[in-house]
């Protein structure tokens, strides 16, 4: 995953890797951390699967303490 960040910003991109229920563990460490900014894919679901599933993104976007960037994933990058 390191790898495909670009060279130039490689020294302030911190990849971190969390166990656990993924929005509590990202707000917790970004809380943690103070983290400036949050990157995020979503699948994009929408209406029955968006209500049973639920939305990662969505729980981080609204509670994080920072900006959250969301990155819509291509059915091809999947």
Not at 9 to 22: D, Y
Not at 24 to 35: C, F, L, M, P, R
């Amino acid at each position: 995953m390191l790898a495909e960040v670009p060279e130039e910003i490689q020294n302030i991109v911190e990849p971190i890797i969390l166990f656990g229920v993924p929005f509590v563990e990202i707000i917790k460490t970004a809380k943690d951390k103070n983290i400036d900014l949050i990157v995020i894919g979503t699948h994009g679901r929408t209406g029955l699967a968006h209500m049973l599933i639920g939305s990662v993104a969505e729980k981080i976007v609204r509670k994080a303490p920072c900006p959250v960037l969301t990155i819509k994933i291509k059915e091809k990058d999947k």
